[in-house]
């Protein structure tokens, strides 16, 4: 994958033959956020499962599969990127079946680059469009959470804030920072609010973690150290009880993993991790280092970076440390004290929904000893 700076739209290129895609792709360099390509719809379908893509251009006929196939799996999935058909050996049939499936645009090949420049523009300016017009709608049903479903996720801050008070002070840095990750990699909008819930609440699952776990001073044992691993699996469970936080529980399920494998619960890799996750994963690591812990004073902004830096491949996606790096430490500090700030003012009742720059959904009293489990 290629990316430039800037708010251009990250499209995904599809095509069996490996010219067209670089030829596409070399046309696509000044104008596009990011390019990918896969050579066939099998592999379009997988990025596009775990890659937030803006605009798919993709060819109509090849081995193994057709282009429509990603309209299909877009509309059912309810994915959203605008996807604009190509083709070589045009008909009018496959024009108006593509038109009638929701295709953006058709384009016959060989096309100008300045014709693929204006219908990859025209197809970005309307999944942006339709992506404010469903974060209005998402706000308005975060506005209207059912009272036990508003209970039910004040219960889930008031016990942690109970049972690791400063895990709470933690969660609200994790989500000032994962948040600006993905402002930064344009992570879809109407995904914005799951994500917020997701880093707001990713440790409640050691709320079902003994204490004397959570506080024990000496070194975990082998036995403590799984139990304290379950915490993904049973944050998880906690929120999939809740209808409004069902998509937030897949995060929080993986955000230990490790982008080459060696997380936990279930060890998964790559582009398998959720996205939000991946961002998740910086964040937390970021703060877990430049915070004081029971056992060691904070390392200090240069050599955490470093160490994230160190991790890119391993521990951590490279696109999101690539953002990471871009960010530099007064801004990382300007979103803690933010954070800090937050954590002063006590917790609040009313949840408000997040909606275009972080919002304070909910506050917490800070306390002194940090935390000495940090698994």
């Known amino acids: 994958m290629t ?27 000044t104008v596009a956020h990011s390019v990918t390509t896969a050579s066939s719809v099998s592999q379009a379908i ?34 959203d990127p605008a996807v604009i058909i190509m083709s070589g050996k045009p008909e009018l049939a496959d024009a108006v079946a593509s038109v009638q499936m929701r295709a953006a645009d058709f384009l016959m090949k060989p096309f100008s680059r300045t014709a693929l420049i204006q219908s990859v523009e025209r197809a970005f300016k309307s999944v942006q469009r339709e992506r404010s017009s469903r974060l209005l709608q998402v706000d308005g049903h975060a506005k209207l959470l059912t009272a036990v479903e508003r209970a039910s996720i004040e219960a889930f801050i008031v016990a ?10 933690h969660s609200l840095r994790v989500r000032e920072y994962t948040m600006h990750l993905a ?28 204490d004397s776990i959570l506080d024990k ?33 897949a995060i929080v399920l993986r955000h230990h993993e490790h982008y080459d494998g060696s997380g936990y619960p279930d060890g998964i890799k790559g582009k398998n991790i959720p996205f939000g996750a991946r961002l998740f994963a910086v964040a937390d690591a970021l703060d877990a280092m430049t915070s004081d812990r029971c056992y060691r004073s904070s390392l200090g902004y240069a050599l955490a970076s470093a160490e994230i830096q160190r991790g890119s491949g391993t521990q951590f996606d490279p696109e999101v440390v690539a953002l990471f790096t871009q960010v ?26 997040f909606a275009g720059s972080i919002s ?11 935390p000495c489990a940090d698994v």
């Open 183 to 210: 402002e930064l990699a344009h992570y879809p909008e109407s995904e914005l609010v799951q994500l917020n819930y997701a880093a707001l609440l990713h440790d409640v699952g050691k709320i079902a973690i003994r």
């Open 46 to 79: 997988a990025l596009l499962s775990t890659t937030p893509v803006d605009v798919v251009l993709s060819d109509l006929y090849m081995p193994g599969g057709v282009g429509t196939q990603l309209l299909q799996f877009t509309a059912t999935r309810n994915h």
């Open 160 to 169: 942690l804030d109970a049972a690791e008070p400063d895990t709470c002070i």
């Open 328 to 353: 530099p430490e007064l801004k990382w500090l300007e979103l803690r004290e933010r954070a800090d700030r937050t954590a002063t003012q006590g917790m609040t009742a009313l949840l408000q929904p």
């Open 3 to 29: 990316s430039v700076p800037g708010p251009g739209p990250r499209v995904l290129i599809v095509d069996d033959e490996p010219s067209m895609r670089d030829a596409v792709s070399e046309m696509l360099q």
């Open 360 to 370: 304070r959904l909910i506050s917490f009293n800070s306390r002194e000893n940090p």
């Open 217 to 249: 001073l000496d070194p975990l044992t082998s036995e403590e150290r799984d139990e304290i691993r379950r915490h993904p699996i049973k944050g998880a469970e906690m929120l999939w009880q809740i209808d409004a936080l069902r998509p937030s529980a």
